[in-house]
């Protein structure tokens, strides 16, 4: 809010006036003449308080008339009652595409990734029309919800309702929709998270068989005549053995299948790659923007994998997961492995796929014993994440219990009674490494309190089992600045 002042007349050391006592309007800065608002502050002194306050209320008005002429920027959205739901969709869609919009040439294979991405939010936008064309933002209540789920499984609905959602949302940010509104979501629950994993003989029996398998030629009728025509014969070809190495490379390091698939031997633009003179796999390229829910940090290569990896690239793959010399999918070759190898029981009873293969190496990890914050390092995964979804496979879970009903579950004990047994508590009476620390940190206090030189040598001189005395009378020495409690223990 402007404010009017009165800077004070000022005189120099003989009493001279210097300089005038003058009113100027305070608005973030200092305003004495605004020529296009005919507002004229300068000359007016102590005597001219009534013609200052004229003009700070010609300023004040002006300001005021120029706000109201200039054009607002905010502008009100449509009331939920009346925004069609179709444009809704559409501003997200058109807005959220633009994500995917990826250089080809200069980085392929996220441009391949991104082309993915957008087929699929296309898809989900095209059931969201299918369905609320024609329908306003407040339509969207539980029966409608439950209608278009009916439509749709419901991990699809899931994630189309979570779309409109968004979609509502970006629209009332930028102030299509009107807030508030009487809509309301009724989103089926998630599904619950699928775990299995492979045990080390159905994966030994998968990397095999992807391994061996043969590629095959049949005779037809242009290219063969008689008695070949329609006979199958196998070729030297081994069209699977990428397969195989996708599967070591994701159960070994547990690295997320897209990335294997695009990962490099040589550093590429756009595509994760493995130094393997360096024993490194960098699991995301520079400058790439990872999300905090898929991590991709760099990972030591186990050494059984680096042997693998080093000669691969030494007979000349450029990629680790590539036929005919060029990076490929796994998806619908992975499959009929699976479909082929495993039995229909084995696949179903532990809900195996691809990403099972990240689930194996979390599990043998965490059956391996290695510490919990190792093996979330390594799988670049929160170590809470990893606690609730497998902890269960880890030697320590819940030991103590196992222990508890061992000795005794359900006979009252005393505390001392149940700690008696366990091992005893270590101090420096009783170990030499903890009288060491003990006695660093009695000497630390004492040169903090700027202890006496005579009390280090009382340090010096005593047993560990006299440590814990000597420390509390380090204590109350170094509070008080008395040292004569301690220097009393000299010898």
């Given amino acids: 809010m402007p404010s009017l002042n009165l800077r004070k007349a000022r005189y120099d050391k003989r009493g001279r006036l210097t300089h005038r006592a003058q009113y100027y309007i305070y608005d973030g800065r200092q305003i004495l003449h605004v020529p296009e608002w005919g507002i004229d502050l300068r000359g007016l002194g102590e005597g001219d308080a009534e013609a200052a306050q004229a003009a700070l209320r010609a300023y004040i008005a002006r300001q005021h008339q120029e706000a109201l002429e ?23 869609m058109t807005e959220t595409v633009t994500r995917f919009n990826v250089d080809a040439e200069a980085e392929p294979a996220k441009a391949r990734n991104a082309a993915r991405q957008r ?83 159905q994966f030994a029996r998968l990397v095999w068989a992807a391994y061996r398998a043969k590629g ?23 069209p699977r053995r990428h397969l195989a190495r996708f599967m070591l490379m994701a159960v070994y390091t547990g690295t997320r299948t897209d990335r294997i698939e695009q990962a490099s031997f040589y550093p590429e633009p756009g595509r994760p790659w493995i130094d393997v003179e360096g024993g490194i796999f ?35 793959a450029r990629y680790v997961v590539e036929y005919q010399g060029r990076p490929v999918g796994t998806a619908s070759a992975f499959f009929r492995l699976l479909r082929e190898t495993l039995s229909e029981e084995e696949r179903k009873a532990q809900r195996l796929n691809r990403h099972a293969c990240k689930h194996t190496a979390a599990t043998w990890l965490m059956q391996s014993g290695q510490p919990i914050g190792e093996i979330a390092g390594f799988l670049s995964t929160d170590e809470r994440t990893i606690v609730r979804h497998y ?67 009382v340090l010096d001189s005593t047993p560990d089992d006299g440590l814990a005395a000597l ?21």
Avoid at 72 to 81: E, K, L, Q, V
Avoid at 133 to 151: I, L, N, R, Y
């Fill in 119 to 201: 087929k699929v939010l296309l898809d989900r936008m095209e059931w969201l029309l299918d369905y609320w064309t024609g329908k306003v933002v407040d339509d969207v209540d539980k029966g409608t919800c439950s209608e278009f789920t009916a439509m749709h499984s419901a991990s699809t609905a899931r994630r189309c309702l979570e779309d409109l959602r968004a979609a509502i949302n970006l629209a009332e940010a930028d102030r299509l929709l009107a807030k508030g509104g009487e809509h309301v979501f009724h989103i089926p629950p998630p599904s619950p998270p699928r775990y299995g994993f492979f045990t080390r003989s």
């Fill in 282 to 316: 960098y699991r995301s390229w520079d400058g790439e923007r990872v999300p905090d829910n898929k991590r991709a940090d760099p990972v030591r290569i186990p050494v059984r994998l680096l042997s693998h990896l080093r000669r691969w690239k030494r007979n000349g």
């Fill in 70 to 92: 200039r054009p607002s920027r905010r502008t009100r959205g449509r009331p939920a009652a009346e925004m069609p739901l179709e444009d809704v969709i559409s501003h997200y």
């Fill in 471 to 491: 420390r509390e009378a380090v204590k109350r020495s170094a509070r008080s600045g008395e040292w004569s409690d301690v220097l009393g223990n000299v010898a």
């Fill in 216 to 238: 095959t030629y049949t005779h037809s009728d242009k290219r063969s005549s008689g008695d070949k025509v329609g006979v199958t014969k196998e070729t030297g070809r081994r």
């Fill in 391 to 457: 902890g269960h496979h880890h030697p320590d879970y819940q030991s103590g219990i196992s222990e508890a009903f061992s000795s005794g579950a359900g006979r009252i004990q005393s505390r001392r009674d149940a700690t008696g047994r366990a091992a005893q508590r270590q101090t420096a009476a009783t170990s030499a490494a903890v009288a060491a620390e003990v006695r660093q940190a009695v000497r630390d206090l004492m040169e903090i309190a700027e202890a006496p030189v005579a009390a280090f040598s």
